[in-house]
């Protein structure tokens, strides 16, 4: 059964084929919904273009999130090109990359200031131009990480701004409930994409939650899609405020297994 059939999505954060964003606009294709994408800079265009048309996508617009005006001219033209819209989409985050190393305290004002405004007030931002889009209501769904609370060594100032992105979730939800505009945020397990590569130490991140993680393994783009497909689909429909968690069970652990068992 198709799951979006006459539903229309803009997604915001595809860079490349790796983006988790392009692992639930492929979903969201399979499922029958008419997409749009929005990327953050312009070196990207040639890499998400050849992607949209795989999937039928004809809106293709850049829009830089930390910019009002730009964010204005993207729903403009979306207005334009959609009418209405039934589903948003940020899988965006950033944080200046000497923040995700050394210690959390010294965080740098402009440093903090860049990751909360890119990776936790874009959300506000767009949520509040996409609501006149939704006239009979919508869905909204971000991604987050449990290093918004839990200490994950270097997650450092993206941890702070998952915290508030995360009870952004919470009071979008109280406030556009009345208009039927749920919002919910999906907690990823680590995944190798471009965000994460330009992390030291990844893949060993990633051997160590495979280790622990109940299903002994990392999730994919596709399965964070699926989960993103029911948040945003009629399945979904009791549901805002909630962090749903992505992530092979990690997460309820308190005293996590080592691999060869203890005693
Ligand atoms: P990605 O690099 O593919 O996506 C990040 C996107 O953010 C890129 O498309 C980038 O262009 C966009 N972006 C950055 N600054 C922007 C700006 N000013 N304006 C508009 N767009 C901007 O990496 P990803 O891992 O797919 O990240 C997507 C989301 O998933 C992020 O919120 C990330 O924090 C979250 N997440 C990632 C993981 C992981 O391990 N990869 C785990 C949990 C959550
Ligand atoms: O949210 C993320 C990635 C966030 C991110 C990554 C970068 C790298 C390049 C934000 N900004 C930048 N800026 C850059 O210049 N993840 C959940 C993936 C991730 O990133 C980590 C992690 C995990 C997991 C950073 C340190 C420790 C763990």
Redesign the pocket.
Known sequence: MKLLEGKKALI?????K?????GIAQTFHEHGAEIGF????PQ?ERRVRPLAAQIDVEFIEM????SDEEIADLFQKAAGHFGEIDILV?????APREELAGRYVDTSREGFKIALD??AY?LVALAKAAQPLMPNGGSIV????YGSEKVVPHYNV?GVA?AALEASTRYLAADLGPDNIRVNA???????????AGVGGFRKMLGYTAERAPLRRNVN?KEVGRTALWLCSDLGSGVTGEVVYVDAGYHILGMPEPPEKWG
């Open positions: 915001f954060g595809i860079a490349n790796n983006s988790i964003a392009w929005s990327y953050g800079i990207l829009c830089d999130v930390s940020h899988s965006i985050g950033f890119i990776s874009s971000s991604m987050t990480y993206m998952k999906i907690s990823a397990g680590p995944i190798k994409t471009l965000a994460a783009q």
